[in-house]
Nanobody
Framework: QVQLVESGGGLVQVGDSLRLSCVAS????????MGWFRQAPGKEREFIAA??????????ADSDSLKDRFTISRDNGKNTVYLQMNALKPDDAAVYYC????????????????WGRGTQITVST
Protein backbone atom coordinates (compact mmCIF):
# COMPACT_ATOMS: atom_id res chain seq x y z
CA GLN A 1 0.00 0.00 0.00
CA VAL A 2 1.18 3.50 -0.71
CA GLN A 3 2.73 5.52 2.12
CA LEU A 4 2.46 9.30 2.20
CA VAL A 5 4.60 11.92 3.91
CA GLU A 6 3.67 15.59 3.95
CA SER A 7 6.07 18.48 4.42
CA GLY A 8 6.21 22.23 4.09
CA GLY A 9 4.05 23.34 6.99
CA GLY A 10 5.06 25.82 9.64
CA LEU A 11 4.40 29.24 11.10
CA VAL A 12 3.46 31.93 8.59
CA GLN A 13 2.00 35.41 8.71
CA VAL A 14 -1.31 36.55 7.31
CA GLY A 15 -0.98 37.10 3.58
CA ASP A 16 1.99 34.76 3.15
CA SER A 17 2.21 31.96 0.63
CA LEU A 18 3.24 28.39 1.30
CA ARG A 19 3.65 25.24 -0.74
CA LEU A 20 3.02 21.85 0.80
CA SER A 21 4.48 18.67 -0.64
CA CYS A 22 3.41 15.07 -0.23
CA VAL A 23 5.76 12.30 -1.31
CA ALA A 24 4.41 8.83 -2.00
CA SER A 25 6.25 5.54 -1.74
CA UNK A 26 5.42 1.86 -1.80
CA UNK A 27 3.00 1.96 -4.70
CA UNK A 28 2.66 3.15 -8.25
CA UNK A 29 1.92 6.82 -7.76
CA UNK A 30 0.24 7.26 -11.12
CA UNK A 31 -2.41 4.69 -10.13
CA UNK A 32 -3.82 7.05 -7.52
CA UNK A 33 -5.98 10.09 -7.40
CA MET A 34 -4.51 12.41 -4.78
CA GLY A 35 -6.33 14.73 -2.43
CA TRP A 36 -5.58 17.39 0.14
CA PHE A 37 -7.64 17.85 3.28
CA ARG A 38 -7.28 19.90 6.42
CA GLN A 39 -8.55 19.66 9.96
CA ALA A 40 -8.66 22.43 12.53
CA PRO A 41 -9.13 21.72 16.25
CA GLY A 42 -12.72 20.79 17.04
CA LYS A 43 -13.72 20.66 13.38
CA GLU A 44 -14.32 17.91 10.86
CA ARG A 45 -11.78 17.06 8.21
CA GLU A 46 -12.36 19.39 5.28
CA PHE A 47 -11.78 18.64 1.62
CA ILE A 48 -9.58 21.12 -0.20
CA ALA A 49 -8.71 19.71 -3.61
CA ALA A 50 -7.99 16.54 -5.54
CA UNK A 51 -6.16 15.73 -8.74
CA UNK A 52 -6.44 12.70 -11.01
CA UNK A 53 -3.53 10.53 -12.07
CA UNK A 54 -2.97 12.64 -15.17
CA UNK A 55 -2.98 15.93 -13.31
CA UNK A 56 -5.75 17.32 -15.46
CA UNK A 57 -9.09 18.80 -14.36
CA UNK A 58 -8.51 19.09 -10.62
CA UNK A 59 -11.45 19.22 -8.24
CA UNK A 60 -11.66 21.99 -5.68
CA ALA A 61 -13.91 22.47 -2.68
CA ASP A 62 -16.83 24.72 -3.41
CA SER A 63 -15.77 27.13 -0.74
CA ASP A 64 -15.49 30.89 -0.89
CA SER A 65 -12.79 30.72 1.76
CA LEU A 66 -10.57 28.56 -0.48
CA LYS A 67 -11.53 29.61 -3.95
CA ASP A 68 -8.77 31.00 -6.11
CA ARG A 69 -6.17 30.85 -3.33
CA PHE A 70 -5.21 27.16 -3.33
CA THR A 71 -3.84 25.17 -6.26
CA ILE A 72 -3.18 21.44 -6.41
CA SER A 73 -0.69 19.87 -8.78
CA ARG A 74 1.32 16.68 -9.10
CA ASP A 75 4.58 15.46 -10.55
CA ASN A 76 4.37 11.75 -11.28
CA GLY A 77 8.08 11.63 -12.01
CA LYS A 78 8.76 12.70 -8.42
CA ASN A 79 5.86 10.79 -6.82
CA THR A 80 4.77 14.08 -5.32
CA VAL A 81 1.59 16.09 -5.03
CA TYR A 82 1.68 19.76 -4.11
CA LEU A 83 -0.66 22.29 -2.59
CA GLN A 84 0.17 25.91 -3.33
CA MET A 85 -1.53 28.23 -0.85
CA ASN A 86 -1.62 31.99 -1.29
CA ALA A 87 -2.92 34.88 0.78
CA LEU A 88 -3.10 32.77 3.92
CA LYS A 89 -5.65 33.75 6.54
CA PRO A 90 -6.01 32.88 10.24
CA ASP A 91 -8.82 30.45 9.34
CA ASP A 92 -6.34 28.45 7.27
CA ALA A 93 -4.57 27.29 10.43
CA ALA A 94 -4.98 23.51 10.61
CA VAL A 95 -3.26 20.21 10.11
CA TYR A 96 -3.04 19.51 6.39
CA TYR A 97 -3.22 15.95 5.10
CA CYS A 98 -2.68 14.36 1.75
CA UNK A 99 -4.50 11.18 0.81
CA UNK A 100 -4.59 8.63 -1.99
CA UNK A 101 -7.41 6.69 -3.57
CA UNK A 102 -7.69 4.39 -6.56
CA UNK A 103 -11.25 5.27 -7.48
CA UNK A 104 -13.22 7.58 -5.26
CA UNK A 105 -15.52 10.48 -4.86
CA UNK A 106 -12.71 12.93 -4.22
CA UNK A 107 -14.34 15.07 -1.54
CA UNK A 108 -15.24 12.18 0.78
CA UNK A 109 -12.49 11.31 3.29
CA UNK A 110 -13.71 7.76 3.95
CA UNK A 111 -13.12 6.80 0.32
CA UNK A 112 -9.38 7.35 0.52
CA UNK A 113 -7.14 4.33 1.04
CA UNK A 114 -4.05 5.96 2.49
CA TRP A 115 -3.29 9.07 4.51
CA GLY A 116 -0.20 10.91 5.56
CA ARG A 117 0.33 12.01 9.16
CA GLY A 118 -0.24 15.63 8.33
CA THR A 119 1.70 18.86 8.52
CA GLN A 120 0.72 21.73 10.77
CA ILE A 121 0.16 25.26 9.53
CA THR A 122 -0.09 28.10 12.00
CA VAL A 123 -1.03 31.56 10.78
CA SER A 124 0.12 34.52 12.84
CA THR A 125 -1.71 37.84 12.76
Amino acid sequence: QVQLVESGGGLVQVGDSLRLSCVASGGRFSDYEMGWFRQAPGKEREFIAAVSWSGGMPDYADSDSLKDRFTISRDNGKNTVYLQMNALKPDDAAVYYCAACSICAPSIPSEYEAWGRGTQITVST
